[in-house]
Antibody
Framework: EVQLVESGGGLAQPGGSLRLSCAGS????????MSWVRQAPGKGLEWVAH????????FYVDSVRGRVTISRDNAKQSLFLQMNSLRAEDTAVYYC????????WGQGTLVAVSS | DVVLTQSPLSLPVTVGQPASISCRSS???????????LGWIQQRPGQSPRRLIY???KRDSGVPDRFSGSGSGTDFTLKISKVETEDVGLYYC?????????FGQGTKLEIK
């Protein structure tokens, strides 16, 4: 079954760092724009970062720009989100998403930022 | 940022009856390639989101044909021809023409 599997979430202190990973398959990665979308507890969806199929260009929402880096390794069908200077408002479930004529969502990984 | 305003925010529906959700965008989502950069997302309770509709009206693979999307420019609609119990959940419109891509605030569909 085609799927995306996120990992790397957990509890972090304010100001700390986490690196999220997303493992996919050829079907989910090939020629696909990829994103990280987050959902704070009890809240709606927020697009965090977006990356071109070849990784040449990245886009960030203002609230994370300068603190977060999205990257990908197409040879390993992997997507990453390096998160630095974490804040309480970054607490959310982070979903890895592959966009194309078929869209795939992972199961999500929880990031909790608290002292 | 593009603001997507959904209505209603709460939608109680009887099984077998139709349902409709509106999404209004603060900017046009029409693309020069002729497509509309508007999609619809379903999130069932306790599950990951999944896309139902993209480019305004194209159904994702495996999505029942009771779901349909329509609209153009700044006004869009998701219609469910006959609601089933498995349709309970949150529905979001999303735009991917302007960065940052954005979602509507969500509409909660429940069974009466």
């Amino acid at each position: 079954e085609v799927q995306l599997v996120e990992s790397g979430g957990g509890l972090a202190q304010p100001g700390g760092s986490l690196r999220l990973s997303c493992a996919g398959s050829e079907v989910t990665f090939s020629n696909s724009w990829m994103s990280w979308v987050r959902q704070a507890p009890g809240k709606g969806l927020e697009w965090v970062a977006h990356i071109k199929p070849d990784g040449s260009e990245q886009f960030y929402v203002d609230s994370v720009r300068g603190r977060v880096t999205i990257s990908r390794d197409n040879a390993k069908q992997s997507l990453f989100l390096q998160m630095n200077s974490l804040r309480a408002e970054d607490t959310a479930v982070y979903y890895c998403v592959s966009w194309g004529t078929v869209a795939f969502w992972g199961q999500g990984t929880l990031v909790a930022v608290s002292s | 940022d593009v603001v997507l305003t959904q209505s209603p925010l709460s939608l109680p529906v009887t099984v077998g009856q139709p349902a409709s959700i509106s999404c209004r965008s603060s900017q046009s989502l029409a693309h020069s390639d002729g497509n509309t950069r508007l999609g619809w997302i379903q999130q069932r309770p306790g599950q990951s989101p999944r896309r139902l509709i993209y480019d305004g009206s194209k159904r994702d693979s495996g999505v029942p044909d009771r779901f349909s999307g329509s609209g153009s420019g700044t006004d869009f609609t998701l219609k469910i021809s006959k609601v089933e119990t498995e349709d309970v959940g949150l529905y979001y419109c999303m735009q991917y023409k302007h960065w940052p891509h954005t979602f509507g605030q969500g509409t909660k569909l429940e069974i009466k």
